[in-house]
């Protein structure tokens, strides 16, 4: 079994800045990739950032320049730095690993609960 737990989420000012972290826990071989989604009330998931095994990132349009994805691959975790938030960014955020176990080696989708950030004055 693998488990993803985020932390970090909080109510900030619009011009704030949080932190959210996912770390991996349990049967993990290898972590391909991992991404933190949002999704607003109402609304569908969407991506936010993605880093790949090597190293490579991808951000969507509306957070890039504020938003950075960062890794410490020794504690399994994931960071999103955030930055100038602003009221648009609130929403539930998810971390997505694509996790292969001893005893799963196909690779395999997790996800975490999710962490709620909301920006508001």
């Known amino acids: 079994q693998v488990q993803l737990v985020e932390s970090g989420g909080d109510m900030v000012q619009p011009g704030g800045s949080l932190r959210l972290s996912c770390v991996a826990s349990g049967d993990i071989f290898n972590v391909n990739a991992t991404a933190w989604y949002r999704q607003a009330p109402g609304a569908q998931r969407d991506l936010v950032a993605v880093?790949?095994?090597?190293?490579?990132?991808f951000y969507a349009d509306s957070v890039k320049g504020r938003f950075t994805i960062s890794e410490d691959n020794a504690k399994y975790t994931v960071y999103l730095q955030m930055n100038n938030l602003k009221p648009d960014d609130t929403a539930d955020y998810y971390c997505n690993a694509q996790i292969s176990s001893f005893s799963k080696p196909k690779l395999t989708d997790y996800w975490g609960q999710g962490t709620r950030v909301t920006v508001s004055s």
């Open positions: 880093t790949s095994f090597d190293g490579s990132k």
